[in-house]
């Protein structure tokens, strides 16, 4: 099959907005709303091609770029990988200019009032909305900024997202904001397929460092690493750096 790799970069202001940009006429899916950025040229990385497109589209110079998801979406006329990036306030410089005839638009992650969006970025702007710090533990939830990550028994609101473990079925009447799967190894990593984000738990350093190896490899969904805090000190810029979405730390009073 011919892939097609893109790198595309969610960029972030000082008030925690991202930009979107419409595709300019004369592309395919001209006038739909997705991230900045283009095709990975031969002999380029997906970040030096991010760095490329940013310049180009954007007149933004990236000083620094953290690898997010990954995503593969087969098109009508291509199939493409998406390497997507975030590039936080204070990595980047210059005056965002729509160099290419597009529109930008600084957007509030979750609360999008552009559109039509991309279809296949739905799962990635809903990801967006993922707080990146929760604390709390797997028997009471995890609770961030404007959402929280809540066991079976204790699930109340539609907002609530669901915390289940690799193999447990979803309890047919809960209709979660998003699914998110408790996993501590590869092995239920690809039980965890249904998943929209993954709570990696790590209790000590091999499994510390084998979700670093996880997020080296890519990941298609948010990861939140669930670890007490020393590892989270330890390891919170590795993982950070190698894609991870979120840091849970685990809160002190529990065992499980
Ligand atoms: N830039 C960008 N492309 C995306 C996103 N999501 C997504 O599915 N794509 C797809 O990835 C491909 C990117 O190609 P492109 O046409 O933007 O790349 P380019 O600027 O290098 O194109 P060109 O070679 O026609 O000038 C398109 O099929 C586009 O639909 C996204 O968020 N940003």
């Not at 990236?62 to 997010?68: G, L, P, T």
């Not at 998801?69 to 199939?79: D, M, P, R, S």
Request: charged share 20%; hydrophobic share 45%.
């Amino acid at each position: 099959m011919n892939i097609t790799h893109v790198a595309a970069g969610v960029l972030y202001n000082a008030a925690g907005e991202v930009l979107l940009s419409s595709r300019p006429a004369g592309k395919a899916y001209a006038g739909y709303w997705e991230f900045a950025g283009g095709k990975v040229e031969a002999g380029e990385t997906p970040e030096q091609a991010l760095r490329r497109e940013f310049a180009e589209e954007l007149g933004v110079h990236i000083v620094r770029a953290r690898a997010w998801l990954q995503k593969i979406h087969a098109y009508e006329h291509a199939t493409v990988h998406l390497h997507f990036f975030r590039v936080f306030s204070g990595d980047w410089h210059g005056e965002p200019t729509a160099k290419e005839g597009q529109d930008l638009a600084w957007q509030r992650a979750g609360a999008y009032s552009v559109s039509p969006m991309l279809p296949a970025n739905a799962a990635l702007l809903e990801a967006l909305a993922v707080p990146e710090i929760f604390s709390g533990c797997l028997k009471h939830g995890l609770h961030g900024e404007n959402y929280r990550i809540v066991p079976p028994n204790l699930f109340s609101r539609a907002d609530d997202a669901l915390l289940l473990d690799a193999d447990t079925p979803v309890p047919c009447k809960l209709t979660p904001r998003a699914l998110w799967r408790v996993v501590a190894n590869r092995a239920e990593l690809a039980q965890a397929h249904d998943a929209d984000a993954l709570l990696w738990r790590a209790d000590g350093e091999a499994g510390a460092l084998s979700l670093l190896a996880v997020l080296k490899d890519g990941v298609s969904v948010p990861v939140a690493a669930y670890a007490n805090k020393a590892l989270c000190d330890r390891f919170g810029g590795a993982w950070q750096e190698a894609g991870l979405h979120a840091l849970a730390v685990q809160t002190e009073r529990q065992n499980v």
